[in-house]
């Protein structure tokens, strides 16, 4: 009995099949990859051509197109993977763990991006690379979860456990990021009195935030596109995996 | 509750009677103070200043090195095979063993910390405040300790990642940890640790004992 005989189940089911899955996203991958252009397109037009300088900063405010997408990627990527976790450990997707180890690296990237192009504007307008304020060190704590994570996934040999286990530290990371990010503000406040950050800037008028909206849609359309292309790799890497071995299985055996 | 304190004197037993492990920590906390002035210098005030972070180093170091031996050498030897199908739900022991490991691997940290006091010119009030951070806060770091070490017990190679794991989750410990010994920050700092301090021993043996499950599996 192929797949195709089978009685379709209902679409949750057919989300969770991993050959469902490499057949609906083949029509998708295309059409998000250009949709990700149109919107880079347009947001970086928007961002370098169509945006006025800020009084204070000059061009310097144009870093913040780039900055607050990967920031809020940063994050977002990680609740991707915590519902990835849930789906691991409540329903065993089979999906799911593969979600998880496709969205690690992609969050630790755009993790390390804020964190790059934070510094970058950092440097002209507070005089610094680095400070540890609260906001910059929790999301240096974030990249240092991600990279353990991935660490972890690149320890195990036996992916599907690995997927289990993963699952349990990511939602122990999740229920901690906010200890942490509370923890890292005290601290702060603790230490140093706020004295660099005075400069609060002036509220966002529309033609700041129509070039910014655009430049994070196109951003989040860019992860969902290396997502599900990372995904599909990572289906197709396993099936060759187990196409080895059955072939080194049958080997053997004559 | 009988093979509960069982399982913790079992452990406690193993400890002491083999390898003498607990006095080696000891000497490892020792020397991370020892060697602190050396590479700061022997200025005795600014060594004052620092002194509370640098037991939390050490405490936070010693930690680490210990907590491989957590779960490894039960599953080397096939007795957390026979634990998970003991009477005991795998949480409470889990549980046992977070208990036996901080009384032998965190207490004695807390009687040698005198000598590092005395090393490090650390006032009378001061040393009392931080082995009464430590005391506090050290049940959460073996708590996450613990869940580093289910969670890397299948692993071979296990022995570096559980700490690079858990470090980034004690974070907010250590803070809270050395914030109790600032004058300035009042009570708020003590009862944030104690309360971090009881949430995570209370869940890191339901983590721990889910991730054992998962790796026995």
Redesign the interface.
């Known amino acids: 009995m192929s797949v195709d005989t089978v009685k379709q189940p209902n679409w949750f089911s057919r989300l969770a099949h991993p050959g469902q899955f490499l057949n609906w996203t083949r029509h998708v991958v295309w059409p998000l990859a250009g949709a990700t252009v149109v919107a880079f397109v347009v947001g970086l037009w928007f961002a370098f051509l169509n945006s006025p300088e800020d009084y204070q900063m000059g061009d310097m405010v144009r870093v913040m197109y780039v900055h607050v997408p990967n920031a809020w990627l940063s994050q977002a990527v990680y609740g991707v993977m915590f519902c990835a976790a849930l789906g691991t450990l409540v329903w065993r997707h089979p999906l799911a763990d593969v979600a998880n180890k496709a969205a690690a690296p992609l969050g630790a990237v755009f993790t390390t991006l804020a964190l790059y192009t934070g510094a970058l504007w950092g440097r002209p307008t507070w005089g610094t690379f680095w400070e540890w304020d609260g906001r910059m060190t929790s999301t240096l704590v974030l990249l240092l979860i991600y990279l353990g994570i991935i660490a972890l996934w690149r320890a195990f040999d036996d992916q599907l456990k690995a997927g289990r286990i993963v699952a349990i530290v990511t939602l122990v990371g999740a229920l901690n990021i906010p200890i942490i990010k509370f923890s890292v503000d005290w601290w702060n406040t603790l230490h140093q009195p706020a004295s660099v950050f005075t400069a609060e800037g002036p509220r966002m008028p529309a033609s700041i935030l129509t070039p910014l909206l655009a430049m994070m849609l196109a951003f989040t359309l860019l992860f969902a596109l290396l997502q599900i292309v990372r995904m599909r790799t990572e289906i197709l890497r396993r099936r060759a995996d187990s196409l080895s071995r059955q072939a080194a299985l049958q080997g053997g055996a004559k | 509750m009988k093979a509960f304190q069982a399982l913790i004197s079992r452990d406690l037993k193993l400890a002491f009677r083999a390898g003498g492990e607990a006095m080696t920590l000891v000497l490892f906390f020792i020397m991370v103070g020892v060697i602190v002035p050396f590479a700061i210098g022997p200025d005795r005030p600014q060594l004052t200043r620092l002194a509370p972070g640098i037991v939390w180093i050490a405490a936070f170091l010693s930690m680490l090195l210990g907590l491989d031996r957590l779960f490894r050498s039960d599953d080397e030897d096939g007795s957390l095979v026979l634990l998970r199908h003991s009477v005991l739900p795998l949480e409470a022991v889990v549980a046992a063993k977070v208990i036996a490991h901080w009384l032998v691997t965190a207490l004695p940290l807390l009687f040698a910390t005198p000598v590092l006091a005395l090393l490090l010119s650390m006032s009378w009030e001061q040393w009392g405040r931080t082995v009464l951070a430590l005391l506090i806060g050290t049940p959460a770091l073996v708590s996450f300790g613990a ?1 580093g070490a289910a ?2 017990v ?2 071979r ?2 022995g570096l ?1 559980a700490p ?2 858990i ?3 004690c ?2 410990i250590m ?2 940890g050395v ?1 109790m010994l ?1 004058p ?2 009042g009570g ?2 003590t009862l ?1 640790l104690i309360a ?1 301090s009881l949430v995570v021993t209370a869940f890191s043996p339901l ?1 721990a004992a ?2 054992l499950r ?2 026995g ?1």
């Open positions: 869940l969670v890397t299948g692993l190679r296990g990642i690079v794991l470090l980034p989750l974070i907010p803070i809270f914030g600032d300035m920050a708020g700092a944030f971090l983590a889910l991730a998962a790796a599996e």
